[in-house]
């Protein structure tokens, strides 16, 4: 089953409002998640990293202030998009790294469709 | 920095027929090398990855994937494809962190 869970899967909201995506670890503790985005038909691209108890990472061209990163606990962090805009509708993916004494494994959340109409 | 190069953007095959799909990488670091598949609608799966040791790693469902150094290259390649494994593949690299990068993708085509 899945170890890192995203929701909502789907959401629908107007321009100017903000929707926020949750990304939890379901079987273990991450203090570390990250965001990607992906435009339709193409790769995947890191928004920022999610620091536990600390300020999110962006990567360059990223609003912050747009894009506001919240990792307040060691199994969830969320992304909330403010004032929504049409060209925010994308597909939100967040993964959370399973560190165990033989090593550490990636897992990629079942992803999240933002369509702002 | 480092970089992920996928050459091709779609690779139609017909059904039984092998497979490759390229990936190039660049990094002035050590990297671990990740293949994922994406279905249409559907979140990343991971297909397999090389983090050290033997260079050549395999999946479940059958593809493979060689980590070749002197070339920076980690193709993936299947001797024989199912409708089933159309999807999109991408390839990724991290630089002994859990941040991925991707590279573009190559879309899987397979035919009857």
Same mark, same amino acid.
């Given at each position: ?20 995506? +949750? ?28 620091? +536990? ?5 962006? +990567? ?26 049409? +060209?925010?509708?994308?597909? &939100? ?6 560190? *165990?004494?033989?090593?550490? *494994?990636? &897992? ?6 933002? *369509?702002?109409? | ?54 260079? #050549? ?42 941040? #991925? ?12």
């Amino acid at each position: 089953g899945a170890v890192v869970s995203q929701h909502p899967s789907r959401v629908i909201c107007k321009s100017g409002t903000s929707v926020k995506i +949750e990304c939890r670890s379901l079987d273990f503790q991450a203090t570390t998640m990250f965001w990607y985005r992906q435009f339709p038909k193409k790769s995947l691209m890191l928004m920022a990293t999610s620091n +536990e108890g600390s300020k999110a990472t962006y +990567e360059q061209g990223v609003e912050k202030d747009k894009f506001l990163i919240n990792h307040a606990s060691l199994t969830l962090s969320t992304l909330t998009v403010t004032s929504a805009h049409p +060209e925010d509708s994308s597909f &939100y993916i967040c993964s959370a790294s399973d560190r *165990t004494f033989s090593g550490n *494994t990636i &897992y990629f959340g079942e992803g999240s469709w933002l *369509t702002v109409v | 920095a480092q970089s992920v190069t996928q050459l091709d953007s779609q690779v139609p095959v017909f059904e039984e027929a092998p497979v490759e799909l390229r990936c190039n990488y660049s990094s002035s670091v050590s990297v671990y090398l990740f293949w994922y598949v994406q279905y249409p609608n559907q979140g990343l799966q991971l297909l397999l990855k090389y983090l050290s040791g033997s260079t #050549l790693v395999e999946s479940i469902n059958g593809f493979e994937a060689e980590f070749n150094k002197s070339q920076t290259s980690f193709h993936l390649r299947k001797p024989s494809v199912h409708i089933s494994d159309t999807a999109e593949y991408f390839c990724a690299v991290s630089d002994l962190t859990d941040k #991925l990068i991707f590279g573009t993708g190559t879309r899987l085509q397979v035919f009857p």
